[in-house]
């Protein structure tokens, strides 16, 4: 289910605090969050997030097509290793 209109979309206030002061400062480093949830806010294009994807972090770049999204989809947590494959079963005749 998706988050009542009349709340309005979930911004961690820390990370938006901080996506402001490296706004007013000029300085463009990557700011780490653990906050997965929290969704990507106009404020944020241009800036480099590292998202923790639960043993280390990704860098995202944010762009203005990510507004909306949340920040953990852009930071997958499972490896994907491949569907099965076919393996030839030889019939041996007896």
Not at 20 to 26: H, I, M, Y
Not at 49 to 55: A, E, L, S, T, Y
């Amino acid at each position: 289910m998706s988050r009542s209109s009349k709340k309005g979309p979930y911004i961690d206030p820390k990370l938006l605090k901080k996506v402001l002061a490296q706004k007013a400062s000029g300085e463009k480093k990557p700011i780490k969050t653990w906050s997965r949830a929290c969704v990507i806010a106009p404020e944020f294009v241009g800036h480099t997030f590292m998202v923790h994807q639960g043993k280390n972090f990704i860098e995202v770049f944010v762009s203005e097509l990510m507004v909306g999204h949340s920040l953990g989809e852009f930071s997958p947590t499972r490896t994907f290793r491949g569907h099965g494959k076919i393996v030839k079963r030889t019939l041996t005749k007896t």
